[in-house]
């Protein structure tokens, strides 16, 4: 689900993942938890504003831009922040009132979240993101929340377009789309590693060049491994072997020259900057993509056409729950809207 710019759930994912790397979270200060925003019966305080804001600050830190990408990217998001925190609460209101109940999506995933980030029980886990100073609490709420929002875009947007989708319309799309419904090709895949540890750069390209020469004129690839790897490559332990791998996972540098190969041939050096030196990969074995059958995704495929054509009605839906709802901003934090869709109904402070 797309409609908004801020995945509540990618930053889940991302504050784990930057405790589980070792990042340390400074104690964020203490903050008059002041009243800036009443959503109906919801209010917004300022407090919840600054750490959404440090939040999203630190999602768009771990994404490594260059300065001014940075500061670009951090001031349109920050602009959209406080209307995008308005917008969940409508949602979230609008999910109470049609019985919506995502508990258990929410346990789910958070069992999940803790095992992606290696951690044996959920206790653990919350133990430790307290040590970073982030509350676990917090993190379940911005989850919940964004699964009552997805939650209510299907029921209330896509539904409707999901009911009235016909079975042509359907094999249609599946027809014209076949490549999305399919289980993507997989390959086996060795390598012979030669790094620029202790040799210039055109000697390893060199002895690279050389080794699939070599096995292109047919010699055993597990003699090259032997002869052309460097000693400390973990694979050469295991003859060059790597493992089996769905192509849309490896990335481009490797998947696009390897996505030529028949079982048994060979890629041309391959040059990685991240690996420090040249790999050879070698197609043990290729399994191609294969469609899978209309019957066995036909759900996702009512799925996909229901969001390709209520995508652009998200907004609108929105919009028409903000203008049903009594929304009051505090005097003073009006310029924490952007322009476009500022309220113009204000409250003094004396008026809280």
Partial sequence: MKYRKISVFLLVAALAAQ?????????????????????????????????????????LKQKNLQPAQFKEESDKLVGELLQTMIDERLLAQKARELDIDVEAQVNQQWIQIAQDNKFKTVREFEEAIKEQGISPEAMRESLKISLL?????????FGPIYRHITEPEARETYQKNITQFSTPAEVSLSEVFIGLSGRTSNEAESMAKQAVAEARRGADFKNLVQKYSDPSRKSKANQGVLGTFKLDILGPEIADPVAKLKAGEVTDAIFSQKQGGYMIMRAD????AAARPFEEVKEQIYNYIAYQKGNGNIQDYIKKLRKRAYIKVTEGYENLLPSATAQVKTETKSQK
Avoid: C, H, W
């Fill in 285 to 288: 074995a290729v399994k191609p």
């Fill in 19 to 59: 405790m589980s790397m070792g990042v340390s979270f400074a104690q964020e200060p203490t903050v008059l938890n002041e009243i800036i925003v009443r959503v109906n019966t919801d209010i917004i305080t300022l407090a919840a504003y600054q750490r959404n804001k440090q939040d999203l600050e630190n999602e």
């Fill in 149 to 157: 929002r997805d939650a209510v875009i299907r029921q209330e947007v």
